[in-house]
């Protein structure tokens, strides 16, 4: 077996700690049932990870980045299970530091402080730039900048 980088580690631990835990499915979307057998477990977590002897060497990297997005979204079934998705980081990213650092569930005075002084200036987000072209119907909004999407609203 190659050897695997620390982000496939991480995400060969987080596979195995949901297996322990019984959160670890099988099939697309899980509908398959839980894994019961460690072998199995084992085989996912190679898979997630990238280090699966198996697949090609773009397979591999295809599937650690859909695991990297996965965990950074918050939508791994250890993360649903132990709320590690926050609603002050729009219910995606596990904390931040205007949340209040770890598994925070509030905003804190300095993230509401931030968000007034967006709101001030009159700096919006790009999500909120392309909502507002997608209401104006503005054609090519979605491979535009953030800088070409201000500029064409106004």
């Given at each position: 077996?190659?050897?695997?980088?620390?982000?496939?580690?991480?995400?060969?631990?987080?596979?195995?700690?949901?297996?322990?835990?019984?959160?670890?499915?099988?099939?697309?979307?899980?509908?398959?049932?839980?894994?019961?057998?460690?072998?199995?477990?084992?085989a996912?977590?190679?898979?997630?990870?990238?280090?699966?002897?198996?697949?090609?060497?773009?397979?591999?990297?295809?599937?650690?980045?859909?695991?990297?997005?996965?965990?950074?979204?918050?939508?791994?079934?250890?993360?649903?299970?132990?709320?590690?998705?926050?609603v002050?980081?729009r219910?995606?990213?596990?904390?931040?530091?205007?949340?209040?650092?770890?598994?925070?569930?509030?905003?804190?005075?300095r993230?509401?402080?931030?968000?007034?002084?967006r709101?001030?200036?009159?700096?919006?987000?790009?999500?909120?730039?392309?909502?507002?072209a997608?209401?104006?119907?503005?054609?090519?909004?979605?491979?535009?900048?953030?800088?070409q999407?201000?500029?064409?609203l106004?």
């Open positions: 077996m190659p050897i695997s980088s620390p982000r496939q580690r991480k995400t060969l631990g987080r596979v195995m700690h949901e297996f322990k835990h019984g959160e670890l499915k099988s099939g697309p979307g899980g509908k398959a049932g839980k894994v019961k057998s460690r072998r199995q477990a084992i996912i977590a190679l898979k997630e990870s990238g280090a699966s002897k198996y697949e090609s060497e773009s397979e591999n990297r295809r599937n650690l980045a859909k695991s990297e997005h996965k965990e950074a979204r918050g939508e791994t079934a250890q993360q649903e299970r132990e709320g590690k998705s926050h002050g980081a219910g995606r990213r596990e904390s931040s530091r205007a949340m209040g650092g770890k598994d925070a569930r509030k905003t804190t005075a993230g509401r402080k931030a968000a007034r002084t709101a001030r200036n009159g700096s919006a987000t790009k999500q909120q730039l392309y909502r507002r997608k209401a104006q119907h503005i054609p090519g909004r979605s491979k535009m900048t953030k800088r999407l201000e500029n064409a106004h």
